[in-house]
């Protein structure tokens, strides 16, 4: 690299006693020299705060307790020209920071982010499931910062980016009213800017998925409901690949009215999905070398998509159903 520039890493925190250690270790023994950790507590209730206080880092408080106040409150306080956005449920590969500032020196991109590779924490077929339609198309669509690849590729948006701290100035900040997909938000903004956001696949994040399914209904269920719900706060706060659960929600529920009628139309449609659903799981289950998973498999798909699309309806709902900004 032609300069090594202080990295900021910003750590929005609130009881992460499991894994914010964890988190932590991995990114101080990262082979990028200049950085300095910000973690941006949330009033942790737990054990989180006297853990990070542990380590060489600084700890800001986020009385608010929501990420986009706490990302903002890291940014006005880094003194890095390069700012990454870290998650505390998340460990990074030793080359994480350094390559996706090559990228970035080498004037590359002006954002650049890692692979994110999801593993479970148990090793029962359950969590081993839930990992594995986090980390296949079926499960998670065109979100491609999850999907195996090697190629350097251009894309909408990154997980535990690395900014250009100029960005902030030119865009603003994240938009506090968004309490989730924040990030897809300002990534859509900064790219209508003329930002180029580049997902750099040796750069390796390793996220620890939830290993029951009514946390996994209740995540989707949040990040479906303000993928529409933010268009009250915000004028582009998700991509068209981000309706799809809403619309196969409406075809479900329109099905349940007009299938008699109509199931021409319908048997097709959910033909396809069946196939796509059974042939998902085969895949995976046969990568895991685990056969009950593709029982949990055939069942996670469904309620992955089904919670999301449920989340969005209600999400279109209450904007036009709730006045105001």
């Known amino acids: 690299m032609r300069e090594v520039p202080l990295v900021s890493i910003i750590i929005p925190t609130r009881n992460e006693e499991k894994f914010i250690e964890k988190c932590l270790n991995s990114i101080i ?7 300095e950790i910000i973690v941006v507590d949330g009033m942790s209730d ?11 880092v600084r700890v800001i408080d986020n009385p608010d307790k929501y990420t986009p106040q706490a990302l903002n409150k890291g940014i006005r306080n880094a003194t890095g020209k390069i700012i990454m956005i870290a998650g505390a449920h998340t460990i990074y590969s030793k080359n994480y920071i350094s390559s996706c500032v090559r990228r970035i020196v080498e004037d590359k991109c002006d954002i650049a982010g890692g692979q994110v590779l999801t593993i479970c924490r148990t090793n029962t077929s359950k969590s081993k499931a839930i990992a594995g339609i986090l980390s296949h198309p079926f499960g998670i ?10 190629k350097e590729v251009f894309v909408d948006t990154v997980a535990y980016g690395l900014y250009k701290k100029e960005l902030f100035e030119k865009a603003g900040l994240f938009n506090e009213k968004l ?10 903004r900064l790219k209508k800017l003329g930002a180029r956001i ?4 040796e750069a390796k994040a390793y996220y620890y998925a939830r290993n029951n ?3 996994l209904v209740r995540n989707n269920f949040e990040n479906g409901f303000w993928v529409l719900f ?8 998700f991509s068209i690949r981000h309706l799809v659960p809403f619309f196969f929600v409406l075809f ?7 299938f008699s009628i109509l199931k021409w139309l319908y048997l097709p449609v959910l033909i396809l999905y069946v196939f796509l659903d059974f042939f998902s799981a085969i895949q995976i289950a046969r990568n895991l070398k685990d056969v009950m998973s593709f029982f949990w498999l055939i069942i996670l798909f469904p309620i992955l998509h089904i919670s999301y699309g449920i989340g969005s309806l209600c999400g279109a709902l209450s904007f036009f159903l709730k006045p105001g900004k």
């Not at 479900?252 to 007009?258: A, D, K, P, T």
């Open 230 to 237: 933010g268009r009250k706060f915000a004028e582009t706060p």
């Open 141 to 150: 669509g065109g979100a491609k910062y999850r999907l195996q690849g090697n």
């Open 213 to 215: 399914i009514s946390s």
């Open 198 to 201: 580049l997902l750099v696949p």
């Open 46 to 56: 737990d054990n989180t705060r006297q853990l990070v206080e542990k380590y060489p």
């Open 252 to 258: 479900l529920i329109s099905m349940i009215f007009m």
């Open 29 to 35: 023994e990262n082979d990028y020299p200049e950085k």
């Open 179 to 188: 309490i989730r997909n924040q990030d897809i938000e300002m990534n859509l």
